[in-house]
């Protein structure tokens, strides 16, 4: 098996990782670690080099000239790799000691599987207490179909459907148009829930949620690739009520203008009654301090704007109709 590891500019997460890797229960020569650093950093190199040094399993270090997101440094990985299967992770990921046992326990009992997922683990941050937002949308991997933090697929499938596709410049979406591809193209996907990988919640500041809201642009993408599969297994209906709150704030304006406060007041009323259900839903069995509350609040008001505008500018750039 080889174990392709991409990594940008995070050597702490990914020397937790390495060394988990290490400690595999398999024996060194049944496996390697390809290590592809998207950044390019000396940090990075110093890192796999030291832990090569200490160990007797293969562990090597790639960087392509060009960077192009966590989709073209998979592709590289898998490509430089040498073994019939390939395991994919994240650097801020924990495998336990028997992940690539696992693996390879599924795939050997199937051989008509052309790809396994695996099991995602996210430890709570503070056990018996609320979650925060973020938290919750990290927890949102252990109930994913198909994630490259988890996942097995044969050589010979990536060589068929020519592995990822690398217009996927984010860590977003890039496994789901896999995973389609693979069940369209290559063959079944099946599971190996034995094979775990831990996956901690990673601090984020304030307001993380509206820099996610640019992973909307690779949605349209993925759309306009699988529209049936994407309906049924991402998101099976358009967020009109982000549409609603951004077309009625909208329309605020031209009504001010035309001295009709009725109107312009009904609008404006309708959208903040849609921001705060929106900010009701998101802190429903979630962290309720007073600093997690003023986030959800501030941040519900804004996510509907950027989500809109991320999805229809992937709309435009992959010429798809898509909402």
Not at 230 to 255: E, K, S
Request: aromatic letters at 10%; a positive charge; glycine letters at 6%.
């Amino acid at each position: 098996m080889s174990v392709v590891v991409p990594t940008c500019g995070r050597p702490a997460l990914l020397r937790r990782c390495l060394t988990a890797l290490l400690a595999q229960d398999l024996a060194p020569e049944a496996f390697e670690v390809i290590v592809v650093d998207d950044g390019q950093g000396d940090a990075t190199r110093q890192l796999v080099a030291e832990l090569a040094q200490r160990s007797r399993l293969p562990l090597r270090y790639m960087s392509p000239r060009e960077h192009w997101g966590p989709a073209f440094a998979r592709n590289a990985g898998w490509r430089f790799a040498r073994a019939p299967i390939i395991a994919f992770t994240d650097d801020d990921t924990v495998p336990r000691s028997d992940w690539l046992m696992e693996g390879w326990r599924a795939l050997a009992a199937h051989p008509d599987w052309v790809a396994a997922a695996g099991r995602v683990v996210v430890p709570p941050l503070r056990p018996g207490q609320p979650p925060t937002d973020h938290e919750r949308m990290t927890r949102g991997l252990e109930r994913a179909d198909f994630v490259t933090a988890n996942a097995f697929v044969r050589r010979g499938a990536l060589m068929r459907i020519n592995g990822f596709d690398d217009r996927f410049r984010r860590a977003w979406r890039e496994d789901s148009d896999l995973h389609f591809r693979l069940l369209t193209l290559a063959g079944p996907v099946g599971r190996a829930p034995r094979a775990a990988v831990l996956h901690p919640v990673r601090p984020e500041p304030w307001g993380v949620s509206l820099r996610q809201q640019r992973n909307a642009f690779f949605e349209a993408l993925l759309y306009k690739k699988h529209p049936v599969l994407y309906r049924q297994m991402i998101l099976p209906t358009v967020p009109w009520d982000f549409y609603a709150i951004v077309l009625m704030t909208v329309a605020a304006l031209p009504l001010a203008l035309l001295a009709t406060p009725g109107p312009m007041l009904a609008a404006l009323g309708t959208a903040a009654a849609l921001v705060l259900r929106f900010a009701w839903r998101r802190l429903r069995g979630a962290d309720r301090s007073w600093r997690h509350v003023g986030e959800m609040l501030a941040t519900s008001a804004a996510i509907p704007f950027l989500s809109v505008y991320w999805r229809l500018r992937g709309a435009w750039r992959f010429r798809v109709w898509f909402l």
